[in-house]
C-alpha cells in the first residue's frame, strides 16, 4: 500500500525559500497514472491546492502562487518536492503531499495523502 | 475567477440525513470530488467522479450532482461523522477546493 510522508524545516525565515519533500514508499512514483500534489491549509482554514507533477514530468501550478512556485520529482529516491519562494507570514501553513490518480483520460481524486507537516515562516 | 461554493457549516441529529452542497459554474462540465477532514488528520476521499464512492467507504455517502450544483449526501449520520467536507473539481490545468463545511452531528 502507498504511503507518502513529507519532510523538511519546520521554520523558515521571511523571503527565503521554504522546500519540503513527500517520500513515497509501497510504489513506485515512476510507475503508473498518476499526479503528485501539494496542498497546503492555514491554521483555522481550507484546503489550497499549490501544484502538481505527472508521471511524465509536467507541472500544474496554482495561478496565486505560480510565479513562486516549482515542483520536482526525483525518481531515484522515490520523492518529489516543493519549492516556495520568497515567502511571508500568510505562507505559513500545514503542507501535504497527495497522489492524484488519473487513468485513460479520467481524474479519480487524492486517494492517498502524507500526514502533513507544519511550517511556520517566522524570524 | 472561478470558486467552488460551499455553505459553512451543517448541523444534523444523529441517524438524520446531512445535505452538503457545492455550487461552481463549471460543474456541469466536471467531475466533483469530495474529501472528509477530521481534526488534526489529513483529508479522505469519500466520492470521487461526483458519485463513486472508494472501497472502504461506507455506504451512507453517497454523491449526486445536478447542473452547477453537486451534493454530498451522508444517511443515518453518526457521530463519527462529524468533520470538516471539501468539495473539488479538476481540469487538465489544475485543482480547485470549496471552501468547506463543518458538519456538526448535534
Known amino acids: 500500500q502507498v504511503q507518502l510522508q513529507e519532510s523538511g524545516p519546520g521554520l523558515v525565515k521571511p523571503s527565503q525559500t521554504l522546500s519540503l519533500t513527500c517520500t513515497v514508499s509501497g510504489g513506485s512514483i515512476s510507475s503508473g497514472s498518476y499526479y503528485w500534489s501539494w496542498i497546503r491549509q492555514p491554521a483555522g482554514k481550507g484546503l489550497e491546492w499549490i501544484g502538481r507533477i505527472y508521471t511524465s514530468g509536467s507541472t500544474n501550478y496554482n495561478p496565486s502562487l505560480k510565479s513562486r512556485v516549482t515542483i520536482s520529482v526525483d525518481t531515484s529516491k522515490n520523492q518529489f518536492s516543493l519549492k516556495l519562494s520568497s515567502v511571508t507570514a500568510a505562507d505559513t501553513a500545514v503542507y501535504y503531499c497527495a497522489r492524484d490518480r488519473a487513468a485513460a483520460g479520467s481524474y479519480y481524486g487524492m486517494d492517498v495523502w502524507g500526514q502533513g507537516t507544519t511550517v511556520t515562516v517566522s524570524s | 475567477s472561478y470558486e467552488l461554493t460551499q455553505p459553512p457549516s451543517v448541523s444534523v441529529s444523529p441517524g438524520q440525513t446531512a445535505r452538503i452542497t457545492c455550487s461552481g459554474d463549471a460543474l456541469p462540465k466536471q467531475y466533483a470530488y469530495w474529501y472528509q477532514q477530521k481534526p488534526g488528520q489529513a483529508p479522505v476521499l469519500v466520492i470521487y467522479?461526483?458519485?463513486e464512492r472508494p472501497s472502504g467507504i461506507p455506504e451512507r455517502f453517497s454523491g449526486s450532482s445536478s447542473g452547477t450544483t453537486v451534493t454530498l449526501t451522508i444517511s443515518g449520520v453518526q457521530a463519527e461523522d462529524e468533520a470538516d467536507y471539501y468539495c473539488q473539481s479538476a481540469d487538465s490545468s489544475g485543482t480547485l477546493f470549496g471552501g468547506g463545511t463543518k458538519l456538526t452531528v448535534l
Open positions: 467522479k461526483d458519485s
